[in-house]
């Protein structure tokens, strides 16, 4: 419900309407010009998800905004205070000081992308239904898990598209596009929430785009056919594709499925910067681009609106003048962003957090799994989890192709980044974690080959890694007394290796040949399975992590040959 809807000027900010309760201490959003304290409209049986109890005396709201709840006082207008009280606290108490709520934001946005997830929020009712009706929801047509968990690691896939819709945007050209998947980030949140990675997609690399099952407006579905070998940005937009077609592509790329897909256009970026009063960005040398119309000087610069938009979009006037130069402007934007966000001024600052949140949920277009603000919220709270030294940006490795125009994943280097991102290694901790990884090496003797006995199992790995497996160890390896059994009995993620006490120096033998870490060890108690001769054999489990036979079992950051940064550090554009 906006200003108007309650009865107020139209020239009036929502962000305005917060005051102070002296008695609490606590904001409170004042819907009402003769209320002396906010009112809080009583929810409707059943509805949005909220739910409202009430007690004898004083009258409560409770609502529920992701994992959590919060209580607030539902203050009747015109209510008085005992005849006689004080306005304020009893003689000799200290006025209580107001309360710093940290409430939890995170913002995405590069190039013409972003999203605010917004917790814990105080605000009414009335304004919550306000915030989840701004929020568009589209159909992930199964492309995606279903959804994100507290308990393991959370992928998330943020598109910006360029199609000029919304108001300013007339002026870009194109008008009558459908929009294409102009600039995409893949954020991978650790399942410890420790660490994060931000995996810049180009949109002029060339993919493979799967048929696609779409869920066109009128609720039927359309199986849209793939194409082969064409660029990325075409797998949004064109041909009838929805963001769920770019979800099938990038798991395609890179064998990681999304939990959920965000959209947002070109409105995100100059709302949001605005919002926030501002985002800093810093210039090697000046810009004065005639495409995207910014004119920037040395060093450093306050941007929003119009130019934090034409900054974004910046291409040939930095770097080689590529798609993957603008890339750079677009991360060293983002951490910037992200560090205006999680400071102070941001944080404990209601107008700024109201701003946001409406410039948030407006931008957004997101699966409807996920198309309500306490869900939001909940997923919010399990990104902003990770601190800025840990959250990582990077961009797909590539080469360039031979029509000049358009680049190839690198072979060896874009495989090895996908890898890293889907086994949830971290980027921003790499000796720390290298240090763990040698000093959790398996200690002890190691059989010889041919003297490990083992039994292989297909739990979840791609069809005929068992069989590939055991070709393997048994032509290239030595390791003569080894089945596969076909598939387990069901699947997991992480390859085990499961051995009794007296197969440890086996275990180890092939944890080497196979590069499997310490933690796929299960030791048991001396109750394995036992072979044609009778003799105990291990079970080799291979999951969904298997990356095939003879191919190390873990991943390294260390080993990786990618730009990478950190948002809590300043980089000057060149």
């Given at each position: 419900?906006?200003?108007?809807?309650?009865?107020?000027?139209?020239?009036?900010?929502?962000?305005?309407?917060?005051?102070?309760?002296?008695?609490?201490?606590?904001?409170?959003?004042?819907?009402?010009?003769?209320?002396?304290?906010?009112?809080?409209?009583?929810?409707?049986?059943n509805g949005a998800g909220a739910t409202g109890k009430r007690s004898a005396g004083a009258r409560t709201e409770t609502m529920t905004a992701g994992p959590g709840t919060r209580e607030m006082p539902e203050v009747v207008p015109g209510q008085r205070r005992r005849r006689g009280a004080p306005p304020g606290p009893p003689p000799g108490r200290r006025r209580p000081k107001p309360k710093a709520k940290g409430k939890r934001v995170l913002v995405w946005t590069g190039g013409v992308l972003a999203f605010v997830l917004v917790g814990g929020s105080a605000a009414g009712y009335a304004y919550y239904r306000h915030l989840n009706d701004n929020i568009t929801a589209l159909s992930d047509d199964g492309a995606s898990t279903g959804g994100f968990s507290t308990d393991r690691a959370i992928n998330v896939l943020i598109i910006g598209t360029d199609k000029r819709s919304g108001k300013g945007n007339e002026g870009y050209g194109d008008t009558g596009s459908a929009g294409h998947a102009d600039t995409t980030i893949l954020l991978h949140v650790s399942k410890d929430r420790t660490n994060a990675t931000a995996m810049s997609i180009p949109r002029d690399m060339v993919v493979d785009?799967?048929?696609?099952?779409?869920?066109?407006?009128?609720?039927?579905?359309?199986?849209?056919?793939?194409?082969?070998?064409?660029?990325?940005?075409?797998?949004?937009?064109?041909?009838?594709?929805?963001?769920?077609?770019?979800?099938?592509?990038?798991?395609?790329?890179?064998?990681?499925?999304?939990?959920?897909?965000?959209?947002a256009d070109f409105n995100a970026v100059k709302t949001l910067s605005t919002a926030v009063g501002g985002v800093e960005v810093c210039l090697k040398k000046a810009i004065d681009d005639p495409k995207s119309h910014l004119k920037l000087p040395e060093g450093n610069s306050v941007i929003?609106?119009?130019?934090?938009?034409?900054?974004?979009?910046?291409?040939?006037?930095?770097?080689?003048?590529?798609?993957?130069?603008?890339?750079?402007?677009?991360?060293?934007?983002?951490?910037?962003?992200?560090?205006?966000?999680?400071?102070?001024?941001?944080?404990t600052n209601p107008s700024k957090m109201l701003k946001l949140a409406e410039a948030g949920t407006e931008a957004l277009t997101v699966d409807s799994k996920i198309a309500d603000l306490r869900k939001l919220a909940a997923l919010g709270q399990e990104i902003?989890?990770?601190?800025?030294?840990?959250?990582?940006?990077?961009?797909?490795?590539?080469?360039?192709?031979?029509?000049?125009?358009?680049?190839?994943?690198?072979?060896?280097?874009?495989?090895?980044?996908?890898?890293?991102?889907?086994?949830?290694?971290?980027?921003?901790?790499?000796?720390?974690?290298?240090k763990a990884k040698e000093d959790a090496k398996?200690?002890?003797?190691?059989?010889?080959?041919?003297?490990?006995?083992?039994?292989?199992?297909?739990?979840?790995?791609?069809?005929?890694?068992?069989?590939?497996?055991?070709?393997?160890?048994?032509?290239?390896?030595?390791?003569t007394k080894s089945s596969q059994l076909g598939n387990a009995d069901k699947n997991q993620a992480k390859t085990t290796l499961a051995y009794d006490p007296d197969q440890a120096d086996q275990a180890r033998k092939l944890a080497d040949i196979l590069g499997l870490p310490a933690s796929a060890l299960k030791p048991g108690d001396g109750n394995s399975e036992s072979n044609a001769q009778g003799l105990p054999t291990m079970v080799l489990t291979l999951g969904e992590d298997f990356k095939g036979a003879g191919k190390s079992g873990s991943s390294s950051a260390a080993d990786l040959d990618v730009e990478k940064n950190t948002a809590d550090k300043e980089k000057c554009a060149e």
């Open positions: 419900m906006d200003a108007q809807g309650r009865g107020r000027a139209d020239d009036i900010d929502p962000a305005d309407q917060w005051v102070l309760n002296p008695n609490t201490g606590e904001y409170e959003l004042r819907l009402t010009p003769s209320a002396p304290q906010s009112t809080v409209p009583r929810p409707r049986r785009i799967p048929d696609c099952p779409t869920t066109q407006e009128d609720g039927s579905t359309k199986d849209i056919p793939g194409t082969p070998g064409t660029r990325f940005n075409v797998s949004l937009g064109q041909a009838g594709r929805t963001p769920s077609c770019t979800m099938r592509t990038v798991t395609e790329l890179t064998g990681i499925k999304p939990d959920h897909f965000m959209v929003q609106g119009e130019q934090a938009l034409a900054f974004v979009r910046t291409r040939y006037t930095v770097g080689f003048g590529s798609d993957l130069s603008r890339i750079e402007l677009q991360q060293q934007f983002l951490s910037s962003l992200m560090r205006k966000l999680k400071s102070n001024d941001t944080l902003g989890k990770v601190n800025t030294k840990n959250l990582t940006f990077t961009t797909v490795p590539v080469v360039d192709n031979t029509d000049g125009a358009t680049v190839l994943p690198a072979p060896e280097k874009a495989q090895a980044l996908f890898d890293t991102i889907r086994d949830d290694v971290s980027l921003s901790e790499v000796k720390k974690q290298e398996l200690k002890g003797p190691r059989a010889e080959a041919s003297e490990v006995r083992v039994d292989i199992y297909n739990g979840g790995a791609r069809a005929g890694s068992a069989q590939e497996t055991l070709t393997y160890l048994q032509n290239d390896e030595g390791v």
